[in-house]
T-cell receptor, first 113, second 113 residues
Framework: NAGVTQTPKFQVLKTGQSMTLQCAQD?????MSWYRQDPGMGLRLIHY???????DQGEVPNGYNVSRSTTEDFPLRLLSAAPSQTSVYFC????????????FGQGTRLTVV | AQTVTQSQPEMSVQEAETVTLSCTYD???????LFWYKQPPSRQMILVIR??????QNATENRFSVNFQKAAKSFSLKISDSQLGDAAMYFC??????????FGQGTRLTINP
């Protein structure tokens, strides 16, 4: 059972380039979300989805787009990378309900130069 | 914004001793969920323990226990008999529904042999 799979694990981008961080889960979870982790700030929510076709913004959505065409996949798109987007990105998923554990991918370390 | 605060950026403890990590939070809800996550150098986010606010009893998982003070909005993590494998970043988090988590800034725990 793979759980939550993120690709790539590491990426270096030039300012202005675009890219997509991939996230896939094989647990049939309804909920999926993206976080960024910066030193001294913990993890902050970028976007989340409560099911296929439904997405919404989190705390820090600017500069990022998401879509959820299937239950399994929740890609995060950087339209025009900026140095401020240098961070570690985590995808998470979880089943519907209140007292649920969020299952995290192993993260993507992104550097924008 | 409803926040989670960890006021100890770094903590250290001798192996086999006990350490307590602090966390305070802000919420207007009466029922909610709180979590402690561990992030070792591998970057993987691992759920350590969870607490449901309406439950009076403090949660316990083996060597890990919490001191939940609802009126004070305090949620500290106690690690007993500290082991070298406990060295990690620890994040306190509050669940906001639909897999949305609000994280604290993190506490880096060092275990001294």
């Amino acid at each position: 059972n793979a759980g939550v799979t993120q690709t790539p694990k590491f990426q270096v981008l030039k300012t202005g380039q675009s890219m997509t961080l991939q996230c896939a889960q094989d647990m049939n979870h309804e909920y999926m979300s993206w976080y960024r982790q910066d030193p001294g700030m913990g993890l902050r929510l970028i976007h989340y989805s409560v099911g296929a076709g439904i997405t919404d913004q989190g705390e820090v959505p600017n500069g990022y787009n998401v879509s959820r065409s299937t239950t399994e996949d929740f890609p995060l798109r950087l339209l025009s990378a900026a140095p401020s987007q240098t961070s570690v990105y985590f995808c998470a998923s979880g089943p519907r309900g209140e007292n649920t554990e969020a299952f995290f991918g192993q993260g993507t370390r992104l550097t924008v130069v | 914004a409803q926040t989670v605060t960890q006021s100890q950026p770094e903590m250290s403890v001798q192996e086999a001793e006990t350490v307590t990590l602090s966390c305070t939070y802000d919420t207007s809800e009466s029922d909610y969920y709180l979590f402690w996550y561990k992030q070792p150098p591998s970057r993987q986010m691992i759920l350590v323990i969870r607490q449901e606010a309406y439950k009076q009893q403090n949660a316990t998982e083996n060597r890990f226990s919490v001191n939940f003070q609802k009126a004070a909005k305090s949620f500290s993590l106690k690690i007993s008999d500290s082991q070298l494998g406990d060295a990690a970043m620890y994040f306190c988090a509050r669940y906001q529904g639909a897999q949305k988590l609000v994280f604290g800034q993190g506490t880096r725990l060092t275990i001294n042999p």
